[in-house]
């Protein structure tokens, strides 16, 4: 199954205004380093040319700050790069955000992570791992279930209540195709799960 990479399946309600104003550091680095990975990019001959991966870290501010859409070219990200989302209805498929630019369209999976546990600080979606992963038997969402819907929602939630997911803090979304997420009570400890995975697979 394949679907098209950066187009926004939920209805979004955008507020333009400034940038976060939560301390992103550690989130750039991260970005920087997962687009050295190519993790995060943007190539011509991919997705029709549409960016892939994004990141996001839990805020007292809203609900979490996520990557802008259309920001994976960039090697490094600057603050307005990121997007304060508010509110999150994933039933209605709703997603609330404000800033300079609109949010990665895969937003409403971020909030569906966030949602599992309050520990959860960070979300990583990357593109690179997927088929190793798939190989590897680690955990996944069925072909059938596409990322950002009401039954990705229960997929994940399912695996995470089981406890196959919430110990490995990776998900493989075989309906997603490329689509990796891992997670994290940290920045640091989500980008070490992604990292031990690319190790592995080279
Ligand atoms: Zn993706």
């Known amino acids: 199954m394949t679907e098209q990479e950066g187009v926004i399946k939920y209805r979004l309600d955008f507020e333009p205004g400034p940038p976060?104003?939560?301390?992103l550091e550690h989130l750039k680095v991260c970005r920087a380093i997962l687009h050295g990975l190519d993790m995060i990019g943007q190539h011509p001959d991919r997705y029709?040319?549409?960016?892939y991966g994004n990141l996001s870290q839990r805020t007292e501010d809203g609900l979490f700050v996520i990557s802008?859409?259309?920001s994976g070219h960039l090697e490094t990200l600057e603050q307005r790069h990121f997007t304060q989302v508010l509110e999150a209805d994933i039933a209605a498929n709703r997603l609330r955000a404000r800033g300079v630019l609109p949010p990665s369209s895969e937003a409403l999976t971020h909030a569906m992570i966030y949602r599992l546990d309050p520990?959860?600080?960070?979300v990583l979606h990357e593109h690179r791992l997927w088929r190793y992963g798939l190989n590897a038997g680690l955990p996944r969402t069925a072909a059938?279930?596409?990322y950002g819907t009401p039954q990705m929602a229960r997929a994940v939630e399912q695996g995470f209540r089981s406890g196959q997911l919430s110990?490995?803090?990776i998900l493989f979304m075989a309906g997603h195709e490329d689509g990796v997420i891992a997670?994290?009570?940290?920045?640091?400890?989500?980008?070490?799960?992604?990292?031990?995975?690319w190790v592995a697979s080279r």
């Open 20 to 23: 976060p104003g939560e301390d």
């Open 48 to 51: 029709d040319g549409y960016g």
């Open 68 to 70: 802008a859409s259309q």
């Open 119 to 122: 520990a959860i600080a960070c």
């Open 144 to 146: 059938t279930v596409a």
């Open 167 to 169: 110990g490995k803090r």
């Open 183 to 197: 997670f994290g009570d940290s920045i640091s400890s989500a980008l070490g799960v992604l990292l031990h995975h």
